[in-house]
């Protein structure tokens, strides 16, 4: 029985290689961003990205403890207007270290402006 080899075309293993190279590059990368994402204080409440309270509710949050419900919106933060949340946690990893609670402003539904102490920022 006489088999023939076909001799494949470089190009055609260049994909599964770019995957490769990807794959270990995250996995090498990975314990470096956790690290930073560790490192940044949690507020007690999950917002997506136009600082609106997502539905993730984790037992012992401090702000949903203290009545930060779905759907509010994020306004501002110990006084001063939060636009976005990489501004929020920039604020958030500020003021951590110089005050032991953070004063938050929600607004509801129905346009309600309230205003929630959190202590214990971890």
């Known amino acids: 029985m006489d088999l023939q080899f076909v001799r494949s075309h470089w ?7 770019v995957a490769g190279a990807v794959a270990v590059f995250v996995l090498i990368i990975s314990p470096f961003w956790t690290y930073q994402w560790i ?5 007690g409440v ?7 309270v997502s539905q ?3 037992t012992n949050w401090p702000a949903r403890m203290q009545g ?3 759907k509010e919106r994020l306004v501002a933060l110990n006084g001063e207007a939060v636009p976005d949340i990489r501004d929020m946690q920039r604020m958030v990893a500020d003021r951590v270290q ?9 607004k509801g539904r129905e346009q309600i402006v309230q205003v929630y102490s959190i202590k214990d920022i971890q």
Do not use: K
């Not at 190009?11 to 290689?17: E, G, I, N, T, V």
């Open 39 to 43: 490192q940044v204080p949690f507020l």
């Open 98 to 106: 110089t005050e032991a609670h953070q004063h938050i402003t929600v």
């Open 68 to 70: 930060v419900a779905f």
């Open 11 to 17: 190009r055609s293993h260049l994909p599964p290689l």
């Open 46 to 52: 999950s917002l997506e990205q136009n600082n609106v």
């Open 56 to 58: 993730v509710n984790g």
